[in-house]
């Protein structure tokens, strides 16, 4: 169960979950940064590329386009980039 709290114009600032005991898979238990253009997401990749950064994953959420690595803990992090409402 997830709830999303928004402090604006954002779908979430904060989205609490139970992650239960599937924790470990990917996006369910992570902490994410958001990014004010597609732009400033692909400089980010670009960044993480350049520093040999692993990427786990990208992807378009309908609502956020995003990417997926690990800190060096191993710890999910994302950033994304919130499209604009339709």
Avoid: W
């Avoid at 114009?9 to 253009?37: K, N, W, Y």
């Avoid at 670009?46 to 990427?55: A, F, G, Q, T, W």
């Amino acid at each position: 169960m997830a709830t999303f709290l928004s402090s604006g114009e954002s779908s979430h600032t904060i989205a609490p979950m139970d992650a239960g005991s599937d924790a470990s898979r990917l996006g369910r238990d992570h902490f994410a940064f958001q990014v004010h253009s597609p732009q400033e997401l692909r400089e980010f990749y670009d960044h993480l590329v350049e520093c040999n950064v692993r990427i786990v994953v990208t992807g378009n959420h309908e609502i956020s386009q995003g990417l997926y690595f690990r800190d060096p803990d191993g710890k999910d992090i994302e950033v994304f980039h919130e499209l604009p409402r339709a």
